[in-house]
């Protein structure tokens, strides 16, 4: 027998609940999905979004077969044997793997003729942005678009053929994490023990499930937790939020990657050792794995922690970007572009010269903001002294 949340999948776009940017009368990805003309996508975003309930609709507008894999138990064989199957099939089928974060390089590289060919349509899906994990060669052949939480108004909408109190429906969505499949889960438990449906039963029975870091709220507010902390330089609170991250079985890799983007973002040239460790962190890992990058992760949060802060590098470049939005294709000076005769070389020059780099229209602008922290402040004072703003 099918769970609730199985047999209140969408049985059409009209009756898809959330993500409007992707699925919207106007939206891009549905006018490509109603010509039938869908790039190979990839689909992330927490978990109850309606990602693998996407990839089913889309198969039943283009009327083609959908077979679902699973990226941590991708067989090869399984995958030639679909291929082979339909190999003279007018309508090509639709390979659905999940957790598509998870295939390793060889895997992909499985992948690649399918996609170059446009032998089968593959879609996948993951909790994480699959960005970080899939190779350039994969993701010049496809698309990635991001899910996001369901809201409370479509959470509301999936309850309305349900004949629920007030209280009732506010536990369902409030206790939810903008996971439509854990609503419904809850909903499907309490209704099966035959019991008057309130809150206290609804209470009893969240409370009796696993609580790990899958759930939304508990995820996004973990890493949130850990990173502010590391921010804050309090090692005591970020070594307890990894501990959390950790016991709540969360992927190292997704850890790590969060440690590297603080880095530059947090730490940036006030210690540029600090991006170094994170990234050789999150290699590590990637390769090791638990309990032993417990460890990996364990030193690197303390680093991080103890290292001065700065977040020149994060200002100036939106600084920078939002500059460049604005004022787009402003003139190269000549004598910096390819070739010029005008260049002054700043070797010969002893390592320095006075020229014009901006273009005309900015040269007076300034995006960066050194800060006098660290190896930051080494930095600032060197530019200082060849320029000859100090003595």
């Known amino acids: 027998m099918k769970d609730l949340a199985y047999n209140k999948r969408p049985k059409s776009f009209q009756e898809f609940v959330g993500q409007k940017h992707l699925f919207g009368k106007n939206a891009p990805l549905m006018r490509l999905i109603l010509s039938h003309k869908i790039p190979h996508c990839f689909f992330f975003g927490p978990p109850g979004s309606g990602k693998t309930s996407a990839a089913l609709l889309i198969a039943k507008e283009i009327g083609a077969p959908f077979f679902e894999l699973n990226a941590t138990s991708f067989k090869t064989e399984e995958l030639r044997n679909i291929l082979k199957n339909h190999k003279n099939a007018l309508v090509k089928p639709i390979i659905f793997i999940d ?39 994969i993701r010049s052949r496809s698309m990635v678009f991001e899910f996001y939480a369901l809201t409370r108004q479509d959470l509301e909408r999936i309850l309305e053929s349900f004949t629920l109190s007030k209280e009732v429906r506010a536990f369902l969505i409030q206790t939810s994490g903008g996971d439509g499949r854990a609503m419904l889960n809850l909903l499907d438990c309490a209704l099966e023990t035959h019991l008057p449906l309130d809150v206290n039963l609804l209470s009893t029975l969240r409370k009796t499930s696993l609580s790990g870091t899958s759930e939304l709220d508990v995820h996004y507010n973990l890493i949130s937790a850990l990173i502010k902390s590391i921010r804050g330089s309090d090692e005591n609170a970020a070594l307890y939020y990894l501990a959390r991250l950790i016991l709540g079985g969360e992927n190292p890799e997704f850890i790590a990657r969060r440690l590297v983007i603080l880095a530059s973002e947090d730490i940036g040239n006030a210690n540029p050792n600090a ?30 922690c103890a290292s001065p802060k700065s977040n020149c590098a994060y ?51 300034k995006f960066v903001h050194w800060q006098p922290k660290g190896f930051e402040k080494t930095l600032k004072e060197w530019l200082d002294k060849i320029k000859k703003i100090i003595p």
């Not at 970007?321 to 000549?334: A, D």
């Not at 070389?345 to 320095?352: N, R």
């Open 275 to 304: 991006l170094n460790l994170a990234n050789s962190t999150m290699q590590s890992v990637a390769k090791i794995g638990y309990p032993e990058a417990r460890i990996i992760l364990s030193q690197c949060v303390l680093y991080l």
């Open 99 to 137: 957790e598509v974060h998870r295939l390793n390089k060889a895997q992909q590289e499985i992948l690649l003729p399918i996609m170059e060919n446009h032998t089968a349509l593959i879609l996948g899906a993951s909790t994480e942005n699959p960005y970080f994990a899939l190779t350039q060669a």
């Open 315 to 365: 200002c100036a470049i939106d600084k920078a970007m939002e500059y460049v939005k604005e004022h787009p294709n402003e003139e190269i000076p000549s004598h910096i572009r390819q070739f010029h005769k005008d260049y002054l070389y700043p070797h010969d020059f002893g390592g320095y010269v006075k020229q014009t780099y901006l273009p005309k229209e900015a040269k007076d602008l």
